[in-house]
């Protein structure tokens, strides 16, 4: 099955611990993103890498941070700056065609911090 | 900076009603435009999307929307609404030279039967 894979589904951490949530595609896109989802807000770009070793921070990077080692997994580290993390996250590929982008989402992992 | 506006928060109708989400977005450039939506518990999925050509677009289950690009409108229409359309409806916006998406903040829709 191709898709996008993001690990655990529920999360729950203590105040002032970092946490790693996971992503993983075997659609061999191009490019990850990382996006929040707040209630009333939509969705809101945290990072986004458009090739292995490359990203570009989003709208809200700051108390985040990502690599990209491999093309198909795109992790993301909310760490203790980050003041407000409890939050719903999604993860995104996609793949450059000539006519534009389409972004494929994973199934999202929800983070609380306790 | 791009962004997107989603004029309603939240739509209640009946089923069979007509259905109109509003959609504008600031952009100077030329534009890829799309409608998602997210049904409880699932993933966010593309309902329809409008790169060039036709601006009027027919997506899955019945949806369309239509490019207007002097309003910088991109909303979405059903013309018969059913109770398995309650969901939250995303419009997104991207320019053709990078993938930065915007994101609306989402209309959730819920059908009474």
């Known amino acids: 099955d191709g898709g996008i894979t993001q690990s655990p589904k529920y999360l729950f951490r203590k105040e002032g611990q970092n946490v790693t949530l996971s992503c993983e595609q075997n659609?061999?896109?191009?490019?990850m993103y990382w996006y929040r989802q707040d209630p009333g807000q939509g969705l809101r770009l945290i990072y986004y890498?458009?090739?292995?070793?490359?990203?570009q921070k989003g709208d809200i990077a700051e108390g985040y941070s990502v690599s990209r080692e491999k093309k198909e997994s795109f992790p993301l580290t909310v760490t203790s700056a980050q003041k407000n993390p409890t939050a719903f996250y999604l993860c995104?590929?996609?793949?450059?065609?000539?006519?534009?982008?389409?972004?494929?989402f994973g199934p999202g992992t929800r983070l609380t911090v306790l | 900076a791009q962004s997107v506006s989603q004029h309603n928060h939240h739509v209640i109708l009946s089923e069979a009603a007509s259905l109109e989400l509003g959609c504008n977005y600031s952009y100077g450039g030329t534009v890829n435009l799309f409608w998602y939506v997210q049904y409880p518990g699932q993933h966010l999925q593309l309902l329809l999307k409008y790169f060039s050509g036709d601006p009027l677009v027919k997506g899955i289950k019945g949806f369309e929307a239509e490019f207007i690009k002097s309003k910088f409108s991109f909303n979405l229409r059903k013309p018969s609404v059913q109770w398995s359309d309650t969901a939250e409806y995303f419009c997104?916006?991207?320019?053709?030279?990078?993938?930065?998406?915007?994101f609306g903040a989402g209309t959730r829709l819920t059908v009474k039967p």
């Open positions: 890498s458009q090739i292995v070793n490359d990203f």
């Open positions: 659609l061999n896109h191009d490019a």
């Open positions: 995104a590929s996609s793949i450059r065609t000539s006519w534009g982008d389409e972004q494929f």
């Open positions: 997104a916006v991207n320019s053709h030279n990078n993938n930065d998406m915007r």
